[in-house]
């Protein structure tokens, strides 16, 4: 069993930069693509980023291109969501989910979620 703690999230003004963080426990971290969801109020969850299992290859949602960076250290069994230019629209509650298999965007696929950290952007 894989064990998700994510923190980093907090309120922030439209423009500004936030870093997410995710701890990963109980698994062999390097075996795991790593990806960021969010949920907004009435919403679905939907897929914001991923990194492969090495952190040679990252996958973006559209929104998200060009804005957030996502990154891994194997060494520190975390996952990173840098996210600048945030706009009042990111605002959600964001989930760090793993994986043992290859990149998937669907949520369904994720086997391991974290219990979620909040951003707000206010305008």
């Known amino acids: 069993q894989v064990q998700l703690v994510e923190s980093g999230g907090g309120l922030v003004q439209a423009g500004g930069s936030l870093r997410l963080s995710c701890a990963a426990s109980g698994g062999t971290f390097s075996r795991y693509t790593m990806a960021w969801f969010r949920q907004a109020p009435g919403k679905e969850r939907e897929f914001v980023a991923a990194?492969?299992?090495?952190?040679?290859?990252?996958y973006y949602a559209d929104s998200v291109k060009g804005r957030f960076t996502i990154s891994r250290d194997n060494f520190k069994n975390t996952v990173y969501l840098q996210m600048s230019s945030l706009k009042p629209e990111d605002t959600a509650v964001y989930y760090c989910?793993?994986?043992?298999?290859?990149?998937?965007?669907?949520?369904?696929?994720?086997?391991?979620w974290g219990q979620g950290t909040q951003v707000t952007v206010s305008a």
């Open positions: 990194v492969s299992r090495s952190g040679g290859s990252n």
């Open positions: 989910a793993a994986d043992n298999e290859v990149f998937k965007r669907n949520r369904f696929e994720y086997d391991y």
